[in-house]
């Protein structure tokens, strides 16, 4: 794919990952249309593109067949980010999640069949791999969903690879490993656990571990994430169409583990943060204890290259929050 032909459809474009998407790829010579609802995405995340030539809002929902349809009119490409992120907030109200996630994603999927779009790119999650304990985490082998929010990014999948087979439409799914970085918003009762840490401890407030923080992710920066875009857009490969692939850095850190790198880096710029002690809760319904990705499958079909490691990617995101939000 040539980097200045062709119109990218970002569905979620104002949220946290869409955003980054839409700036990323018009600073590539891309025309970007962000469709959002402004559910959970922000205007000031996207707000420094509005002008531009190459950029274009359509306020709508996914949920809406027709919204999905006009928003799709000249698209070459779709990265369907839209969604009703976490777990807690599935388990409080599933019907809803099941709406945007599940009849939404339809909704997106068929149309972008029916405008003849070239490739549909969409943001699994690794919520799919549910109860299954292996580790690293292996694109074909999974357990059964802990959550309804689990449910809902599994039959994505479902509902990618059937189509890809009766329609012929190009699908690839990008499965999210705690994502971090830059625009990610911590404010709010489903606040990711990184910004919203950070929030508290640069109010010298204390945070609150779920269970003893041993429990282990493998925290994403954003930029291996929008380069993993780039690689499912660009690819040639038709070997690495119509599948699923770990978005991760292939390392995982404990909770514990990652409440000491934000104190030591956060305290570069307030020596107070040190000093701010942790409280321990207890574990969350839905949590798996851990979390692992193989990012072997990525590396050689789609030649993806992870750059930024958990510590490399905290320091950029610490520097971010402190010079935006303090």
Avoid at 33 to 54: A, V
Avoid at 101 to 110: K, P
Avoid at 222 to 238: C, F, G, P, Y
Wanted: net charge negative; aromatic share 10%.
């Amino acid at each position: 794919m040539s980097q200045n032909k062709h119109t990218l459809l970002i569905t979620g474009g104002a949220g946290f990952i869409g955003s980054n998407l839409c700036e990323y790829f018009i600073s590539k010579g891309n025309r970007v249309i962000c469709l959002d609802n402004f559910s959970t995405g922000f205007r000031h995340n996207i707000e420094h593109l509005i002008g531009n030539p190459n950029f274009q809002l359509i306020e709508g929902d996914i949920r809406d067949y027709t919204t999905c349809l006009k928003a799709l009119d000249g698209v070459d490409y779709v990265m369907h980010q839209a969604a009703l992120g976490s777990v807690p907030r599935s388990i409080n109200d599933p019907i809803t999640s099941n709406e945007v996630n599940i009849s939404g994603f339809l909704n997106m999927l068929h149309a972008s069949k029916e405008a003849g779009i070239k490739r549909f790119i969409y943001a699994a999650s690794s919520s799919t791999y549910g109860d299954s304990e292996s580790l690293p985490k292996i694109e074909d082998v999974i357990g059964k969903p802990l959550s309804p929010y689990a449910v809902t990014k599994y039959v994505n999948e479902l509902y990618a690879d059937v189509f890809s087979k009766t329609y012929s439409i190009e699908t690839i799914g990008l499965r999210y490993f705690n994502v971090f970085g830059r625009k990610q918003n911590p404010n709010g009762a489903y606040a990711a656990v990184i910004p919203k840490f950070v929030m508290q401890l640069m109010n010298h407030e204390s945070p609150i571990i779920n269970g003893d923080g041993n429990y282990s992710r493998d925290f994403t920066y954003i930029d291996n994430v929008i380069h993993m875009n780039e690689m499912a857009l660009t690819t040639q490969n038709s070997e690495a169409v119509n599948t699923v692939y770990n978005t991760a850095f292939g390392d995982r850190t404990t909770l514990n583990e990652l409440v000491a790198y934000l104190k030591e880096y956060l305290s570069e710029f307030d020596s107070k943060i040190k000093e701010v002690p942790i409280i321990h809760g207890p574990n969350r319904q839905g949590d798996i204890p851990h979390s692992l990705a193989s990012v072997e499958k990525a590396k050689k079909l789609l030649h993806y290259n992870p750059q930024y490691s958990i510590s490399s990617g905290l320091k950029e995101a610490v520097k971010w929050y402190w010079e935006n939000l303090k």
